[in-house]
């Protein structure tokens, strides 16, 4: 359950930035050609939104496995081998990404204290930067969860279809 709402969640947070972004520069565009002004703060405001839609999109390419990835030497591994190198390749996600967490939750509080404000918004900095623990803490979460799955049943995250195919196979669907 709890897991059902944290994947809503993402993908909902994912879609609104983008979203947002996305018509806020539209109309700002619209009002500079149309009537001569626009926001001056929409520049600022699209690329912070595109910064938190990127941390939280990359924790959605881990859980959906659709990072990319070399895996052509771990494809062509079985047994031993290949479930040391995946065992390694998520406990490095895991070991990054968590760093990446840890040390962005202090820059944000080390920002908190300075008192700091965006320029155009005039939003607390702090608040922006949280996008990096937010959403390093959820990408290490998936890496964790890419880690159980693969423990349990000897499965990688698969991005689907696309993910199966193996050499020669776009020489076949082209024939």
């Known amino acids: 359950m709890f897991h059902r709402i944290?994947?809503?969640?993402?993908?909902?947070l994912i879609l609104s930035f983008m979203a947002t972004a996305t018509l806020v520069t539209f109309v700002s565009?619209?009002?500079r050609y149309l009537m001569g002004t626009g926001f001056t703060w929409a520049t600022e405001l699209t690329i912070y939104l595109f910064i938190w839609m990127a941390k939280f999109g990359a924790a959605y390419g881990v859980r959906t496995g659709i990072h990319v990835g070399v895996d052509y030497v771990v494809n062509k591994l079985e047994g031993a081998k290949r479930r040391f190198l995946v065992i390694t390749g998520i406990i490095l996600g895991i070991t990054f990404t968590g760093v990446i967490a840890f040390f962005g939750a202090r820059w944000v509080i080390f920002i908190h204290g300075t008192g700091q404000v965006s320029p155009d918004l005039e939003w607390p900095m702090?608040?922006?930067?949280?996008?990096?623990?937010?959403?390093s803490g959820l990408m290490c979460f998936r890496f964790i969860q890419s880690l159980l799955k693969f423990l349990r049943s000897g499965e990688t995250t698969s991005a689907g279809p696309t993910a199966e195919l193996r050499e020669g196979a776009l020489k076949e669907l082209a024939k």
């Open 6 to 12: 944290l994947d809503r969640l993402e993908e909902w």
């Open 126 to 135: 702090w608040i922006i930067y949280l996008a990096i623990p937010f959403g």
């Open 29 to 31: 565009v619209v009002m």
